[in-house]
């Protein structure tokens, strides 16, 4: 029985001494080095499909923002066309009113007479617009709400403004330059 005994622990021992990628081979799973190396390449095929990913949301985002550059210059471009929409007050004599807050004024009204104006600017006042009346050298007084340093917030304010009835159908935007 001894004898046994030694003889096992003798086979045993290069099983012992060669440690688990011995046992493995054998046993025909694969090696500690293959496992890490499987673990590597699943490693780079996740970063590959991750850097896909980011690659596909980089072109979608460029091609957004080659459209809302597309669409500006249309917008703007369209806006030169319509004559009337847009109005620089210097086509006008200039202006006659003291320095104006901001670059664009949506023009709801212009009159000659103070009280007409100010009468329009309570409607306004009324309706929840911000207004001002401004005053132009040729004589004229407008009265412009909702000022604005951006000219899209305008147009839309503009479009919304022309169905509420109180900007009437040929209100326009004053440019504050």
């Known amino acids: 029985m ?3 005994l030694i003889w096992f622990m003798v086979a045993m021992l290069p099983l012992l001494a060669t440690g688990c990628d011995f046992v493995r081979t054998l046993a025909g799973r694969p ?3 293959q496992v890490e ?24 985002e460029k091609q957004m923002a080659d459209s809302l550059a597309a669409l500006e210059t249309y917008l ?9 929409t847009i109005l620089n007050p210097s086509k006008m004599g200039g202006l006659f009113t003291t ?5 664009y004024y949506i023009i709801v009204g212009a009159f000659r007479g103070r009280s007409y104006a100010e009468r ?14 401004i005053s132009f050298r040729n004589g004229l007084l407008a009265v412009g709400v909702c000022p604005s340093n951006n000219l899209n917030e305008s147009l839309k304010t503009l ?16 440019v504050n330059e």
């Open 31 to 33: 090696t500690s080095a």
């Open 37 to 60: 190396q499987i673990r590597q390449e699943r490693i780079a095929r996740e970063e590959a499909r991750h850097q896909a990913v980011l690659d596909s949301l980089q072109r979608v």
């Open 2 to 4: 001894k004898k046994a």
């Open 76 to 84: 703007l471009d369209s806006l030169a066309q319509t004559r009337g």
């Open 99 to 103: 320095k104006l807050e901001s670059k």
């Open 120 to 133: 329009k600017l309570t409607a306004c006042n009324e309706a929840g617009y911000t207004g001002t009346i």
């Open 159 to 174: 479009k919304v403004m022309r169905g509420t009835g109180i900007c009437p159908k040929d209100g326009w935007i004053l």
